[in-house]
């Protein structure tokens, strides 16, 4: 794969979707490949299908992997599985699927996956100032990005509306759950928003997921103080995300181990200087 490309990987509820993206245009390099996801989604079921639509594209030993996982991923270990099996907690995820597809990658939140591909290449192109991205799916997922960096791991799909975690109400899902028409979901998604603005205060607030084809249907709908717009890169920000995320991480850590070796260089360099002069 060229130099500026990437591999990105969405794990979702129902697919496994994974695409080459090009870094510099934010556009896939190549046609999507989706399998579903195994059910039940255990680790190891889920981590052998990644491991499968990584393959599928050949990544070079240097081609940067993202992959977006629907659970909070601190440093690597999922730590809730609120919409995949619960066997994912404490899994090391970046480790079990290393060890699946041979190759070494990159992991995060699916909805800091998509943030970050919306501010890279999508609505919030460039855009400084607090930017809200949301997708309304199976669950809500949220994701914060401030003058360009992104605050990991905001799961604001859980705060409690009605004594209710509010995804169970207002996600896509909800719609099928209470059979909801357009207006009763909608009424939905205003107390949602409503609520999330009351304790955060956002420039932008970008809807994604796959009911974000019809934004025309809700989104004109609602009332809110900051302007509420759909995902550009729509059901693609995940992996767009995750391969752009997995690319800037990879240049992190290929400076902090150039500036471990140059240090330990120095070091050596010290030690034989000294044990040259004792001798
Ligand atoms: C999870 C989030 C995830 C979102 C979308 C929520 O239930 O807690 O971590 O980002 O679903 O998949």
Do not use: C
Request: without cysteine; charged residues 25%.
């Amino acid at each position: 794969m060229s130099k500026h490309i990437a591999l990105g990987v969405d794990i979702g509820g129902t697919g496994i979707k994974a695409a080459p993206v090009n870094l510099k245009t934010g556009k896939f390099a190549d046609d999507r490949y989706r399998i579903p996801t195994p059910q039940p989604a255990t680790p190891d079921a889920v981590a052998k299908t990644v491991a499968r639509v990584i393959a599928k594209f050949s990544p070079g030993k240097h081609t940067p992997i993202g992959v977006a996982f629907p659970g909070v991923v601190q440093h690597g270990i999922v730590k809730t599985a609120a919409n995949v099996d619960d066997s994912w907690i404490g899994t090391d995820l970046r480790a079990i699927i290393r060890d699946y597809a041979g190759h070494d990658v990159h992991v995060l939140n699916d909805a800091d996956a998509a943030g970050y591909g919306e501010y890279k290449f999508g609505a919030a192109h460039g855009q400084n100032g607090s930017i809200l991205m949301t997708t309304l799916g199976t669950g809500i997922g949220t994701a914060m990005i401030v003058d360009g960096t992104l605050v990991p791991n905001l799961e604001l799909g859980h705060i409690m509306i009605d004594g209710h975690d509010a995804e169970e109400r207002a996600a896509e899902s909800a719609r099928d759950r209470y059979g909801y028409d357009w207006d009763q979901w909608i009424a939905e998604l205003q107390k949602y928003y409503s609520e999330i603005e009351r304790l955060l205060w956002p420039d932008l607030i970008i809807v994604g997921g796959g009911i974000s084809k019809s934004h025309h249907m809700f989104l004109p709908e609602l009332r809110l103080r900051a302007p509420i717009v759909p995902a550009e890169l729509l059901n693609g920000a995940g992996i767009v995300g995750a391969a752009a995320a997995a690319a800037a991480a990879d240049k992190v850590e290929k400076a902090e181990q150039k500036a471990a070796a140059k240090k330990e260089a120095k070091a050596e360099a010290k030690r034989s200087k000294k044990a040259a002069k004792a001798s």
